[in-house]
């Protein structure tokens, strides 16, 4: 259904636009989480969780006090959640999803099935769709009139008489070939019961490199914390060269004692582990931190770790201690301008000049261009905004033989044009206009870079207007 | 490192270079008057007021470059001599090394190159644009935008510090109090430290104090006759005026950049040349705002 439709049927809706990179990122979260139900857990997007409690579930008092827990936790976090535990992951996510299909009995008590219970006969009532199939096989199975578990359950394990073995085979052969779980309810069944293993891949959280010091007595003076900072620099170029990782995003948390946290952030454009940089640069970022009653806890943690093997330095030692590395350099650059200040234009695939070009961080690599554009002259600098000159005579169709721009009067001497550029039809409104540049030469020498927004009798506005975009060298 | 044979006379001017570069510069700077004869005295120091020519091994480290804000020749001009001082550059270690000149063989120069600009400088003259840079720089610059001239002195600073830099060019408008002689004293030091070179264009600024090895006044000029279309504009030019220098003589030029070859052409030659050839065409004033007499004179 459309959005405009649903709008239609039910005016109060509220919408909320799809997220799914947010939602399995939270999904991720969670998964870390829930290990406190089970030593490990796997993702099943994507809305699944699923959890190994074997010989856990007594620690919370048995499956159903589990369960309950499991359920008071989400409820407390905002989250709905139907939990089921049973012997294998496919029966308990065909109990968390269908066991409403189910018989009535209590709620905890009807989402779990014990090992010792009979499958079969519990999850016979259950429709086909429990089996995690791909939804070509679940219509294939509704038009065979298999609707329940149990229809399947009974021609695929024995035959009680002819017919049903006939169906049997019938049903072997129609998924002969399937070799795909999802595409095979023959495996998917036999996975549910646990005759056939089914793998799982457990999601093993990473811990980044973390470094604190617990302070005896409150800091409320600048020197003592830069004291801090620089041990605990150092103990963090210790720890991310025992992990061979070098640093590119360090947080630096800093707990006061009325409970206030300052947190301060530093990206670095390459990954590096040297303490006396980091705390360099942490230096600068401290300047407007108010203390308050004082400081007890500081905390350094790299939330973004890339590796960096151990190099032998530079046998001429001379060229490494004179000057700096250019990392070292953006990075200092970065942190006192801002971290848009320092850039590098690269071209982009465009024909419109300030599309032509983007700005990138300085140590990213170049992307790859598929086809370099075979561009004509262009300006060495372009303005940020294209200014509007006043043309003060003109031939109709050609070029200005005189303008001004910014108060001053400029006689053309010598042009070169017109290069048509037309819009992006594919990306831009209709009624954008072309543009005719031309390469001029004023009478004293200068040399810019000019075009007229679109023609007169385009359809597309009045008069054309006269802009210089560029400045030659 | 002892020096075994001195070489003298006029063999010296290719061996001894002007003392502002460091590394180049040791041999140089170890030679006291005791260690010279007379003749090489003599030598050296009608080198050192020699005039500038393009191509000169032993660049300053530290130049300005006076320009206006209407037009690009400022920036175009520190891109050229940016470009003559790095192909000097490579060329000499190749020599040094005893390479043989084979293009193939000496190593190209993949070092960054950091051009910052004030805020000013970037409203009124525009970014750098990367299609219209030379193709040998053009996926090497590194744009610097800072708010104000201060945040730009620090970013020149610390670019002439890193050894990573093949060159700094920076861009300032006006007379700013934080570009005093002590500001510029520290980067005519820091770049000699650490032998980064330095070319600073002055947007639309005053020729105050100043401790810069090379300064430049530049100007649009004309350009020459394209090749291939008569009205179009051809190879750019400027005129530039060399007005302070330590180690050179100042004088004017006609200069203009031909696919990374910068070439310098006297400008009272053309103008004579343009004074005795009647057929000038509209691409040269015959006069260069001056009068006939005076060039004469000259």
């Known amino acids: 259904m459309m959005l405009a439709d649903a709008r239609t049927l039910c005016p109060q809706i509220r919408t909320v636009p799809a997220d799914p990179a947010g939602d399995i990122a939270l999904l991720e979260k969670l998964a870390v989480w829930v290990q406190r139900w089970g030593p490990w857990s796997a993702l099943d997007p994507p809305d699944g969780l699923l959890v190994d409690i074997t010989a856990a579930a007594h620690l919370f008092g048995g499956e159903p006090r589990l369960l309950s827990d499991v359920d008071a936790a989400f409820v407390k976090r905002g989250l709905a959640v139907r939990a089921a535990i049973a012997p294998t992951a496919g029966a308990a996510w065909a109990l968390s999803h269908f066991s409403a299909h189910l018989a009535p009995r209590s709620a905890p008590v009807r989402s779990i099935l014990g090992s010792d219970e009979d499958a079969v006969g519990r999850l016979a009532d259950l429709p086909v769709a429990a089996l995690r199939l791909d939804n070509d096989v679940l219509t294939v199975l509704r038009r065979l009139g298999l609707k329940r578990l149990g229809d399947l359950a009974d021609i695929a394990t024995g035959a009680v008489d002819r017919s049903e073995a006939a169906a049997r085979d019938a049903l072997h052969r129609r998924f002969r070939n399937r070799k795909s779980p999802s595409a095979n309810p023959l495996i998917r069944l036999d996975q549910i019961l646990g005759r056939v293993p089914e793998p799982l891949l457990p999601v093993v959280p990473k811990q980044m490199p973390l470094v604190q010091r617990r302070l005896a007595e409150p800091l409320r003076h600048r020197s003592l914390l830069d004291r801090v900072v620089d041990d605990l620099a150092q103990d963090m170029a210790r720890e991310l060269e025992g992990r061979g990782e070098g640093a590119r995003r360090l947080e630096l948390g800093m707990w006061r004692v009325d409970g206030e946290v300052i947190v301060r952030r530093l990206e670095l454009a390459a990954a590096i582990r040297e303490a006396a940089h980091i705390t360099r640069l942490l230096a600068d970022k401290l300047e407007d931190i108010d203390a308050g009653f004082g400081i007890e806890t500081v905390r350094l943690r790299t939330s973004w770790a890339e590796s960096l093997n151990a190099v032998q330095s530079d046998v001429e030692h001379a060229a490494e201690r004179h000057g700096t590395s250019l990392a070292a350099c953006i990075d200092r650059l970065t942190v006192r301008l801002g971290p848009h200040a320092v850039r590098r234009p690269v071209s982009h695939a465009s024909h419109l000049p300030e599309r032509a070009q983007r700005w990138r961080m300085p140590l990213d690599p170049n992307p790859p261009l598929e086809a370099v554009a075979g561009f004509r002259a262009r300006p060495l600098k372009i303005l940020d905004k294209s200014e509007r000159i006043a043309v003060l005579y003109a031939s109709p169709d050609g070029y200005p033989q005189r303008f001004r721009w910014r108060g001053n009067v400029h006689d053309v001497a010598r042009v070169e044009g017109p290069e048509r550029i037309a819009p992006e039809w594919w990306r831009e409104k209709s009624n954008v206009r072309l543009r005719d540049y031309y390469r001029i030469e004023d009478d004293e020498g200068r040399r810019y870079w000019i075009y007229r927004h679109g023609i007169s009798g385009d359809g597309r506005g009045g008069r054309p207007d006269w802009f210089l975009q560029g400045l030659s060298v | ?298």
């Open chain 2, 1 to 298: 490192m002892p020096i075994s044979v001195l070489p003298s006379g006029a063999k010296a001017l290719d061996t001894f270079p002007v003392p502002s570069r460091p590394k180049g510069g040791s041999t140089g700077l170890r030679l006291s008057a005791s260690t010279l004869s007379g003749d090489d005295i003599t030598a050296l120091s009608s080198a050192r007021e020699g005039r500038w020519r393009p191509g000169l091994a032993d660049q300053p480290l530290h130049s300005e470059i006076f320009a206006e804000t209407r037009d690009a020749s400022g920036a175009g001009m520190a891109m050229a001599l940016a470009r003559d001082a790095l192909a000097m550059a490579t060329q000499g270690t190749g020599q040094r090394a005893g390479q043989n000149k084979d293009p193939l063989a000496e190593q190209e120069d993949r070092r960054q190159v950091l051009w910052v600009q004030d805020r000013r400088a970037i409203q009124r003259s525009g970014r750098p644009y990367v299609h219209g840079l030379p193709p040998e720089l053009r996926d090497r610059l590194i744009h610097v935008e800072a708010a104000s001239p201060e945040d730009a002195l620090f970013a020149l600073e610390e670019g002439l510090r890193c050894r990573d830099l093949a060159c700094v060019i920076g861009e300032i408008v006006g007379n700013p109090r934080a570009l005093d002689f002590t500001a510029s004293r520290r980067l005519s030091l820091t770049a000699e430290k650490h032998g980064v070179a330095l070319w600073l264009v002055r947007l639309e600024a005053e020729a105050d104090l100043s401790s810069a090895r090379m300064r430049w006044r530049v100007e649009a000029a004309p350009s020459a006759a394209s090749l291939w279309n008569a009205p179009a504009p051809g190879v750019p030019a400027w005129k530039a005026e060399l007005f302070r220098a330590r180690s050179h003589a100042p004088g004017k030029w006609i200069m203009s950049n031909d696919n990374g070859h910068l070439s310098a052409q006297n400008s009272n030659q053309r103008v004579r040349q343009a004074a005795n050839t009647q057929d000038t065409g509209d691409l040269v004033r015959p006069t260069v705002g001056r009068s006939l007499a005076i060039i004469g004179r000259a």
